[in-house]
């Protein structure tokens, strides 16, 4: 019994983080955007608008469902469920601290790409169920995007998976650092399994990883739908794109699956690539930093840190970075990337074989 | 009750229901959506048989690739030939009624004749695995394993299956080519 209120709390604590993160992304996201543009954000509700979003959730709260005449009721209404539980099943595997996460399973990363993909299937059925030409104009063009962006971000996965040779979100998380049971390379020369700290990170094993990241990154904002790659949601020709239709408590949750994402694919880019849980710091002789500042709260701190602070870049390039043309997200795609996480990813075979033996 | 046979049960009932309901639906979009939530209940049906790498394959290919085509192809399609489709929904698969029947009843005889058969005991070859140990736990990590038939034993079917896709894809970009202007 206790174990399975224990399968019922996990989510629950999930999901509340969650909620509270996009409350404050939310406010962040503003702060951030008044700052680009050279004026102040919100200040009116609270002290600097700290109450701002909260205000905001309780109006959509409040707001009444509205079904629009012509829709598919039931597409209509299951839509945002399903868009959200998408992203919210994703968090099942990701490690928060050393051993410290709701399912270790040999399959992590492949069960993540595999269940965000589901995500397209949500935004098709909004598009769909609205009955409305925005909605699906908007949701066609978000799934060319994300059907396409997500070969890129596996390929690049793949780069990476090549070089740790498990998939298992866990034991990614533990070969990075000074409590690793494989030695560990910097950039194939330099053994620092003792060490650890930044060195020991996976972006660090290998020169070409570092650009595999970056592929990564950019990757996973497309598959985000944000700027500068947000085209479904092209407020100047396709009014609000996909979630024309929604409003209310509905509305909320389209616009919390989308943080959701935000922050799942930059802790995913962080457990891969940036090192998890772990810290930056490297045992330097005596000082043994590293062992000191690793463990189960600070394994939290670090996982919370590194992600925020990767929020925090996709915030800034969304309001730095005016929006791709949908040829021009395409040609990006099929013919800068793809090519190039092929290529990394024949180096990481090779690398594999050649170096790290 | 435990929970994994409750959680089989839920799982396989979902599958039937809902895969008895995309055929009978009138509403096409809405059949290819619930479609989603048969493909889903088996890959859980798949965990049950601790085969986890080929439950999220289902859900990656089938439910990311295919259904997602499947869906573009309906919208896609013009009106008309939608109204054809749902006027033949009464016969299966253009089978008059008696001959549809007769081949579903045929199949639940073997189904039943199957059942009938087994006797609630395993197979010599499944029991003598158990005696020496050769089996697999749910905590195992089998895509190692999967790695290394699929490169050893399976290579062939492995490489056929590559130059298969490689030739798809090589099809589709041919085909959705610009024509020569002349």
């Not at chain 1, 996460?101 to 270790?104: E, F, K, R, S, Y």
């Not at chain 1, 180096?347 to 033996?357: A, D, E, F, P, Q």
């Given at each position: 019994?206790?174990e399975?209120?224990?399968?019922i ?8 983080f969650?909620?509270l993160?996009?409350?404050?992304a ?22 600097f ?11 959509l709260?409040?707001?009444?469902l ?26 099942s ?7 410290f996460?709701?399912?270790?399973t ?19 059925m ?20 994300m ?5 890129p ?11 740790t ?22 950039l ?12 020991a ?22 598959e ?13 020709e ?6 024309t239709e ?9 616009f ?9 694919v930059a ?13 930056p ?8 930093l ?5 463990g ?11 992600t ?6 996709q915030?800034?390039?969304r ?8 040829d ?18 024949a ?11 | 009750?435990n929970l ?24 096409t ?7 989603f ?7 859980g ?7 986890d790498?080929?439950?999220?394959t ?6 990311g ?13 013009n009106?008309?030939l ?9 016969s ?12 579903a ?20 070859w ?22 290394i038939?699929f490169?050893?034993?399976?290579v ?27």
């Open positions: 019994m206790g399975i209120l224990l399968h709390l996990v989510p629950i604590v999930i999901f509340g969650i909620a993160f996009t409350l404050f939310v406010y962040a996201e503003r702060k951030v955007a008044g700052f680009v543009q050279d004026r102040l954000g919100p200040m009116e509700t609270g002290k608008g700290l109450l701002q979003t909260f205000a905001d959730i309780l109006k709260l409040q707001k009444e509205i079904n629009p005449a012509a829709a598919d009721k039931i597409l209509f209404a299951i839509a945002p469920v399903i868009i959200f539980v998408a992203v919210f099943i994703g968090y595997v990701v490690p928060w601290a050393p051993d996460l709701p399912a270790d040999h399959t992590g990363l492949f069960f993540i790409m595999a269940v965000v993909s589901i995500d397209a299937l949500g935004i098709l909004a598009g769909w169920g609205s009955n409305n030409k925005y909605s699906l104009l908007g949701s066609i063009r978000a799934i060319a995007q059907v396409s962006y997500e070969i971000v596996g390929l690049s996965l793949i780069a990476a998976v090549m070089i040779q498990t998939l298992n979100l866990n034991e990614i998380a533990i070969n990075q650092g000074v409590l690793s049971t494989e030695s560990i390379h910097f194939g020369f330099w053994d620092v399994s003792e060490i650890g700290g930044v060195f990170w996976n972006i660090f094993q290998a020169p070409h990883l570092i650009v595999v990241y970056v592929i990564f990154f950019v990757a996973t904002l497309a985000c739908n944000r700027a500068p790659f947000d085209i479904p949601e092209a407020e100047s396709l009014i609000g794109g996909f979630h929604y409003g209310g408590i509905r509305f909320a949750f389209v919390l699956a989308e943080y959701a994402m935000m922050f799942l802790m995913l880019g962080v457990v891969i690539f940036l090192g998890g849980w772990n810290t710091f490297p045992n330097i002789g005596p000082v043994q590293a062992d000191w500042t690793t189960l709260v600070w394994g939290i701190f670090w996982t919370l840190s590194k925020l602070l990767i929020v925090g870049v915030m800034w390039i309001w730095t970075l005016p929006r791709f043309r949908a021009q997200l395409m040609n990006l795609c099929w013919k800068v990337m793809i090519p190039i996480a092929f290529a990394c990813m180096i990481s075979g090779l690398w594999r074989i050649l170096v790290m033996n | 009750m994994e046979v409750f959680l089989f049960y839920a799982f396989a009932v979902l599958a039937i229901g809902s895969a008895l309901l995309v055929v009978s639906l009138k509403n979009a809405r059949a290819l959506f619930l479609f939530i048969t493909l889903f209940s088996m890959a049906l798949f965990l049950f048989a601790l085969a790498f080929v439950a999220i289902q859900i990656m290919v089938y439910v690739g295919v259904l997602i085509l499947m869906i573009f192809a309906f919208m896609l399609s009106k008309e939608l109204a054809d489709l749902q006027n033949i929904s009464g299966f698969i253009s089978l008059p009624n008696w001959q549809s029947l007769l081949l009843l045929g199949f639940f005889a073997v189904i039943l004749l199957g059942l009938k058969e087994w006797n609630n005991d395993m197979p010599d499944m029991l003598s695995n158990i005696k020496s140990g050769d089996i697999i736990s749910p905590n195992d990590n089998n895509i190692h394993q999967l790695g038939k490169m050893t034993q399976y062939l079917p492995f490489e056929v299956i590559s130059i298969f896709l490689l030739m798809a894809l090589i099809g589709a970009a041919h085909l959705s080519r610009k024509e020569d202007t002349q």
